[in-house]
């Protein structure tokens, strides 16, 4: 039998006004990936690698960044002192350490940021019923008294540190669990404690500690704090939402609109349990509705494989944005539709390539892997390839045609077909099978207004020249064979400029022609130097395919 569960009650704030805005503006980013992040790994990170996250974070922009947890252990002591003693933290980046409400941990905390330019002091104790009752078993008045004994500590020991510019933090712990009156109570009794100022500001920073609820509600949550903290003007609201529920994103995205001003999460939303906020995702999302994110994401694979490294945690490939399949189609109508949004997006206007949020290209991410093919796939996937990798622009008739002939070796082989496989099937198929009439060459002639052709072809292992006049090379051809006893209907016709062959070597023209025959019709491909003889050979590779086909029906 499943546990009972009673529903979170809703906020009582009838004139909300979070649903009627937007974010007009990125927050201020807080970086917890080598505190919360850190604290959540099956193997914390040593000093080496969390100094080489520390630094990344730095490059992408985080102008604060939570360090460690400085009483927990050596490894996070020696961490803060690293940092500081090496002059390893930018001039405009702050660092972040976290204390619980407990005096020797607020004495160890302070002593590790001696010496540090700017400082940002962490300090929470959970405020929740359960806790208070079941945990400490004390009452509000104690809780609050606990708050802000430690705060006032924190005040004394900074002042014995003048150099270092102090910023105080204080987390309600299970703010979106505890009840509101009592939230705004020790947060009013924090800010007055430590005597916030609007050029001394605190940040109160309201933790869904454990997701409980919708993400409207924590909006509402936060919407009431912003309305009714006392020195509105002295604080800077924060958000720190995590992933029980799996809607920490959208939670946070509300909760700005809510109030909030900064953001403190984990990059591709490590943390307890099921994680922190992504602010990845968060940070993209911005970027998606056209808002500076503050962050440079513009080499997102370089970002994924140093947390990966630093976190020993592999990044789900349908992560978003950042996942290794995010920008892939295998789907047939989905590769189709974003072959043609590529086609129609032109630089100057906003992006709009159906299936694809983001440009892949602003995550430094490239077109190579947006259309891939296994047995799902269709036409325009395999069109796409064959365009961008090997020049062929395919009439849409043998796209229809070819995507048949790939489909059955998907089917029997299994899993995903390369670029270059689709290559060698395409080939195979077309330019390589087996020739019963074989291109040796051909010259062009004047025939009064027609024009003439001497073809030379190779048949039954013999050459033979035929000779054909029509209205081009291509009709003169077809007579030709016609005379030597092949009924051959050209119903359509098609030529491109490849560009640089596949092997490399010169540019190279690609003739597409369609000929009918009593079952249906086959397309032949040619491909040469020269267009002319480009569509001699599709003729005449059409004309086998023909021949292929009728000879596997009569066996």
């Given at each position: ?103 020797p ?85 924090v ?18 500690t ?28 924060s ?46 999302n ?14 997102i694979?370089?970002?994924a494989?140093t947390?990966?490294?630093c ?76 365009e ?18 790939v ?45 003439g ?41 098609d ?9 490399g ?51």
């Open positions: 039998m499943m546990q009972k569960y009673k529903p979170y009650t809703p906020v009582n704030l009838a004139d909300r006004q979070w649903p009627n805005r937007t974010i007009a503006q990125h927050p201020v980013w807080m970086s917890s990936d080598l505190r919360d992040g850190n604290q959540s790994l099956f193997e914390p990170m040593n000093l080496d690698r969390k100094l080489r996250l520390f630094n990344m974070l730095c490059e992408i922009g985080f102008k604060e960044i939570e360090i460690a947890f400085p009483s927990a252990s050596e490894i996070e002591f020696a961490f803060v002192r690293r940092l500081i003693e090496e002059n390893r933290i930018p001039s405009d980046v702050t660092i972040e350490v976290l204390t619980a409400a407990r005096e941990l607020i004495r160890r905390t302070m002593e590790s940021l001696k010496d540090a330019r700017r400082a940002i002091v962490h300090v929470y104790n959970a405020t929740s019923r359960p806790f208070r009752e079941m945990v400490f078993g004390m009452s509000r008045g104690e809780i609050v008294e606990m708050a802000v004994n430690a705060v006032l500590l924190i005040k004394e020991l900074a002042a014995k540190q003048p150099d270092t510019q102090w910023v105080l933090e204080y987390s309600p712990e299970t703010f979106s669990s505890t009840e509101l009156e009592f939230s705004l109570e020790i947060c009013n009794a800010t007055d404690a430590w005597g916030a100022t609007p050029e001394n500001r605190v940040i109160i920073n309201l933790p869904a454990v997701e409980v609820a919708t993400p409207n509600v924590y909006a509402d949550q936060i919407e009431w704090m912003h309305r009714h903290l006392a020195r509105r003007d002295s604080v800077i609201l958000l720190h939402a995590h992933n029980d529920r799996g809607t920490a994103v959208a939670a946070t995205e509300l909760g700005l609109m809510a109030g909030a001003e900064r953001v403190e999460g984990c990059l591709f939303g490590n943390g307890e349990r099921t994680g922190n906020v992504d602010i990845v995702t968060l940070a993209l911005l970027h998606t509705q056209g808002v500076e994110s503050g962050l440079d994401l513009s080499d694979n370089k970002v494989r947390v990966e490294h976190n020993q945690i592999t990044i789900h490939p349908r992560h978003p944005y950042a996942g290794d399949l995010v920008f892939t189609a295998f789907s047939g109508s989905h590769q189709d539709a974003i072959k043609k949004g590529f086609a129609r997006q032109k630089p100057d206007e906003p992006w709009n390539v159906p299936y694809l949020p983001l440009d892949p290209k602003d995550v430094g991410r490239s077109y190579d892997s947006v259309i891939r093919v296994n047995s799902q796939s269709g036409k325009g996937g395999i069109a796409y390839l064959m961008t990798e090997y020049g062929v622009v395919m009439p849409r008739r043998l796209q229809v045609e070819f995507s048949a002939v489909q059955k070796h998907a089917d029997r082989d299994g899993g995903e077909l390369s670029a270059a496989d689709i290559w060698r099937i395409f080939s195979g198929a077309y330019l390589d099978a087996s020739s019963p009439v074989g291109y040796l060459a051909h010259h062009l002639f004047e025939a009064g207004e027609q024009q052709i001497s073809l030379e072809i190779e048949m039954d292992g013999a050459s033979r020249t035929i000779r054909g006049e029509g209205n081009g090379p291509v009709d003169a051809a077809v007579h030709a064979l016609r005379d030597a006893g092949m009924n051959v209907q050209v119903t359509g016709y030529e491109s400029a490849m560009g640089i062959s596949a092997d070597g010169n540019a190279r023209a690609c003739a597409f022609i369609e000929i009918a025959h009593e079952s249906g019709s086959n397309y032949g491909v040619g491909m040469d130097e020269n267009i002319v003889t480009a569509a001699v050979k599709a003729l005449l590779n059409g004309v086998n395919r023909i021949k292929a086909s009728q000879g596997s029906r009569d066996a």
